[in-house]
Structure formats: C-alpha cells, structure tokens
C-alpha cells in the first residue's frame, strides 16, 4: 500500500480553505498512485480551535465540510482529523475525532483516548475521552489508529506516564500491524530529536511500521513545525517531510520505503524558520498583509526586521527610527545601513521636541524627570503614539520587539515598546537573539556587525547600558531558564552556582512583573515555557518563595 502524509497549514475556522486544500492534496497523492492520504489532527477545522468549540454552528461546518469531503474524494482512502459530536447523555458534547473514508464511504472513525490539559492544552475542556482501541483492516493491514497525545504514553520511554493506559499497546494486542497517529503537536527547540526518539522506540518495541502526520504552520502564538514521519518496521526512519512548509511524502508499505525531506540542521536554524513561518501566518490569517518595525540600531529590532522582511517580503516592510537626544551618532549610521541591506523604506522620526513639549505641559504636576524612569517611559510612550498612528494610517501590523529575557524581568515599558500587534521574538532569550543574528550574517552581513558587537541599551538617558541595571545576559537567560521552564526553586538555582543576591532579584522581578506580560501583545511559542497562554500564574498574590 502507497500512502501519502500530507501535512498542510490549516486556518482555523476557514473551513472552505482548509478542505480546499485537503482535496487538492488528494489528487496528488492519486498522481503518485497512492492508496491512502493521512492528513492532521483536526485539520478539517484548524487546531486549536479552542472556545470556537462552544459554538454549535462551528460544530455544523465543521462536519459539512466533512460531509463534502467523503461526497467529493474518489478513488483513495483519506484519514483526516474533525470534531464529532458525543451522542451520549454524559461527558463532554465534542470528540477529537478522525476518520477513513474510502469512495464515498466511512469505513472507521477513532475518538482520541488521551486529552491533555498541560500547557498550551486544554483538551479536557471541550471533548470527552474515547475508549474504543480496535484495529481495523484496510488493504490487507491492520491499522491502529490514534490522535497525537495517544502515542505519548509509552511506559517504557516515559519515566512518568500521565494517563493509566496506552492506546498503542491496547492496539497492538487487538492486532494491529501499522500504526497511524494524525496529531497537531506544537513545536519547541529540542523537541524534534526528543519526539523522533519515541516513535522510533514505539515503532522498535511493537516491530511493525509507524506513521505520523503533524499539522505544519502557525495559529496565534503556537507553532508547528510538521515534520510527518514513517518508520519502517526495523524502526528506521523511511519517510520525512520537511519542517515549517506545507510537504507531501509517500511511503510504501510493500519496500517500506519512502520520500526523505531536508530538514533545518540546527537549533538555530530550525528557531529562525519558526519564527518566519509564525510571523507569516499570523499576519496572513490575520488579514494583514503589510507591517511596520520600529527600529533603534540595536540588536534586537534589528533580528525582527530581519524576520519581517523574510516572512513578508521587503515591500512589505516599514521601518522607523525615533532617535531622541540620547541615541548615540552610531546608531544613525547602523539603522540605514541595516534598511539598505534589507532593501526596506527607512523613515526618521525624532521625538526630542515632543518629549520637551511633554516635559513643559507637565511641568506643573513634577519637573526633572526627563532621565528618570517618569522620563524614560515617556519617551518609549512617545514612540509607541507614532508606531501606532501609522498602523492606523496604512494598515500595517505594528510588531513588538522585546525578547523574553526583557519581558521576564520587567526591562519595559507598558504602553511603550511592549506594544504592537505581534511580539515575533518575546520568548527569544537575548543569549539566542545573537545566535539567530549570527546564523542571518553567516553568508553575507545582513544585520551590521556593529549592532551585534555594541553593548545592549534602551538610551533612554544619557550613557545607559542594559549591564547598568541587569546581570550579563549569559547568566540572566540561565537564571530564567531554570526558573520559567525548568521550575525550579531559587535556592535550587544557587545551588547551581550562582549568586544569591543575583538569583533572588531576577525571581523577584520575574514575579513582580507578571502584570505587564498579561497586556502584552500574543507572541510566538518556541520554549518549553512562554509568557503565552500556556502559563498561567496570578496577578494579584502573595506568594513569596524567596526568603527576606
């Protein structure tokens, strides 16, 4: 049996699009004399959905559009993910369901068993849990077929299991020879070598092939990388589709064999790919097709124009630099010099004379607060009024452009350079801000080399360095690191070697500022843990872990 993963970039709610896709993808797949196409978890109607599964109406789509699928696709078997409707008088209304159709026919339709609630999931919420685990006989196989969370309960791989059952043993016993899971598994660094490693021991421990297709694209701050794989029945892998790009691969199941797609090499590079696939999407799905970047000569407005311009395009991209009384000559320089190398208009828009006509109307309320932070945020207020009038003006989308270890510990202004429409690079931590821009400059020099060599600073007054008031980032991002995605303790992390008073600040200011990242525009997931909706802490409490 030829089979085809098509992973392909749903929006959500865009029903008519995303079936579009589905049946295009399908007379592909019939070109290559595939016999069956596996697309992705909930693909039908975008994953996630979230609270849009309240609305009876989405529910109706979403299985019209089915409907149409099964009336329309011939001559191949298609596995797809919908929502279904839970017929009982008990449980949850919904199920994350997929489906095999064939010819006009559904011959077996699965309830995803495990539904996470960890992170960015919220699953429980909405579906009620399947319970059925039987294979079924397709073509001479039988299929085992499961939904994303499903396959990650191995008892052998997971030190810790979170559910009391593993669908693909239950499968595997019902006498299943070729595992499929459709899943719409969001996308962090590492993560790929960590999922690659588990389904190659699923596919090594049962002795039979595996088949996974991803959802592949970016739907508000949560990314996918796709990546669909198939493993052979030895646990190699046979089949891979490329990462962060709609793909379609076949594998066949007679040689177990298949279509072997490049992927990102690094880290880094897999990193900046995520972030220009997430920039696009998220104007794209928005509406948006233009957008403006307000730009400093430093570092890191530098990398978000630079993601700008790839995943928009150059004539899509406005940059504006606001250079005040304290911006440094140099940065005059490097901000021109970077447009040029991006090829994008560059406007200059000095704000000395609005922040002295601010000064002189406040004079009677307080005086000699231009270089203290009353006068700082202003300034950064100031720039904030003018971005925004030209996102009014023409349309564009206006992005942010602090990164996470900034927005960790507070080093911001609300109202200020927070805001915008999409923060592309909040959970990027400075220490990688300078690997992407290093990985950008390493065939030709895009973002001058002065902006990456030059001490970090808001110049907000007169000789400001970020050192001035932060630890060096190198030990800042390890802190934060341990602190936001490892959870760990502060007494734990002095236990790692660093000072205590350091330690005690940056958790004070990580927890101190929780307030500010709950007004900040949606960012691009690409952590274990952003300051999206994936972690919710309070505003208002009282906890204190550190000791006086």
């Not at 049962?206 to 297709?213: A, E, G, R, S």
């Not at 140099?330 to 560059?346: M, P, R, S, V």
């Not at 609300?414 to 950008?440: E, F, Q």
């Not at 902006?451 to 934060?480: F, R, T």
Request: with cysteine.
């Amino acid at each position: 049996m030829k089979i085809a993963l098509a992973q392909i970039n749903p929006t959500i709610g865009d029903f008519a699009l995303n079936t579009d896709k589905i049946m295009a993808a399908a007379e592909t797949a019939k070109g290559l004399s595939c016999d069956l196409i596996v697309f992705s978890e909930l693909v039908i109607s975008g994953y996630p959905p979230r609270d849009l599964l309240e609305k009876g109406e989405f529910i109706e789509a979403n299985l019209m559009h089915l409907q149409r699928l099964i009336n329309s696709v011939k001559g191949i078997g298609v596995i797809c993910g919908f929502v279904d409707r839970n017929p009982g008088k008990e449980g949850n209304p919904l199920y994350n369901s997929a489906v095999l159709f064939d010819n006009g026919k559904i011959l077996h339709q699965a309830h995803k068993r495990l539904l996470p609630t960890y992170d960015v999931f919220d699953e429980r919420r909405y579906f009620e849990p399947g319970t059925e685990y039987s294979a079924f006989l397709y073509k001479g196989w039988r299929i085992g077929l499961s939904i994303c969370e499903d396959i990650w309960n191995d008892k052998a791989f997971f030190s810790r299991r979170l559910y009391p059952v593993d669908p693909a043993e239950r499968m595997i016993k019902e006498g299943a020879n070729l595992l499929i899971n459709i899943a719409a598994s969001p996308y962090h660094v590492g993560k790929r070598e960590f999922k690659w490693d588990m389904l190659r021991d699923i596919a090594k421990k049962y002795k039979v092939p595996l088949i996974y297709v991803n959802q592949v694209g970016g739907n508000d701050s949560v990314l996918f990388d796709g990546i669909s794989l198939a493993f052979d029945s030895e646990a190699r892998m046979a089949a891979r589709a490329r990462d962060f790009e709609e793909d379609t691969v076949v594998f066949d199941t007679h040689g177990q064999k298949g279509d072997l797609h490049l992927v990102s090499r690094t880290d880094t590079e897999s990193l900046l790919n995520a972030l220009i696939m997430g920039t696009r999407d998220y104007v794209r799905k928005c509406g948006f097709s233009k957008a403006v970047v307000g730009v400093s000569g430093g570092i890191d407005s530098a990398l978000t124009a630079c993601i700008a311009v790839r995943a928009l395009g150059k004539e899509n991209v406005t940059a504006i630099f606001m250079p005040s009384q304290y911006t440094h000559k140099e940065n005059f320089e490097d901000t021109q010099e970077l447009a040029a190398n991006l090829g994008i208009k560059l406007f200059q828009l000095p704000i000395e004379g609005i922040f002295n006509n601010f000064l002189q109307e406040l004079s009677p309320l307080f005086k000699d607060v231009a270089t203290e932070v009353t006068g700082q945020n202003i300034q950064a207020r100031i720039r904030q009024i003018i971005l925004m009038a030209l996102s009014n003006k023409f349309g564009y989308l206006l992005f942010s452009t602090g990164n996470k270890s900034e927005l960790a510990v507070g080093y911001c202004t609300l109202y200020g350079d927070m805001g915008g429409g999409l923060a592309v690079i909040s959970d990027v931590p400075k220490t990688m801000v300078y690997r992407i821009a290093h990985l950008i400059n390493k065939k030709k020099e895009v973002i001058p080399e002065r902006i990456i060599q030059k001490s970090p600073s808001a110049e907000l007054k007169p000789g400001q360095l970020d050192n001035d008031d932060l630890p060096p980032y190198e030990v800042l991002d390890d802190i934060l690191k341990a602190y936001i995605e490892d959870n760990k303790a502060a007494e734990e992390i002095i236990g790692m070697g660093f000072e205590p008073s350091i330690v005690k600040d940056i958790v004070r200011r990580v927890d101190r500022n929780e307030y500010k990242r709950h007004q900040a525009p949606p960012g691009l997931k690409v952590t274990t843990k952003s300051f999206s909706y994936g972690r919710r802490y309070p505003i208002a409490q009282r906890y204190l872990p550190i000791p006086a």
